[in-house]
């Protein structure tokens, strides 16, 4: 079992950058391959990124590419490092956490979620 924790949402402007923090609990860390979905208000949830176990696999919306990066350290910690944003980039954003293959883009599949932060982009 995992608990997962973000930090790092805030009011930020177009064009800005934001930096999200998934601290995650438990001794078994490294067994879980993570990621990041979003859900903006009247949306449905949509798969941001996510990155394998050992971190060497990461994947990507076509939203996010070029502009996000998703990583993880040996501190039981996931970031998504978010640049150039866009309004259409606001949402509530839910670290995820499954034990199985970070190629999945269905939030469903993914086990254990957080939260969730809120990002405001603003024009």
């Known amino acids: 079992q995992v608990q997962l924790v973000e930090s790092g949402g805030g009011l930020v402007q177009a064009g800005g950058s934001l930096r999200l923090s998934c601290a995650a609990s438990?001794?078994?860390?490294?067994?879980?391959?993570m990621g990041w979905f979003r859900q903006a208000p009247g949306k449905d949830r949509e798969f941001v990124a996510a990155?394998?176990?050992?971190?060497?696999?990461t994947y990507y919306a076509d939203s996010a590419k070029e502009r996000f990066t998703i990583s993880r350290d040996n501190a039981n910690a996931v970031y998504l490092q978010m640049n150039s944003l866009k309004p259409e980039d606001t949402a509530v954003y839910i670290c995820?956490?499954?034990?199985?293959?970070?190629?999945?883009?269905?939030?469903?599949?993914?086990?254990?979620r957080g939260q969730g932060t809120q990002v405001t982009v603003s024009s």
């Open positions: 990155i394998s176990r050992t971190g060497a696999n």
């Open positions: 995820v956490a499954r034990t199985t293959s970070a190629y999945q883009t269905n939030f469903v599949a993914w086990y254990y």
């Open positions: 438990g001794r078994t860390f490294s067994t879980y391959s």
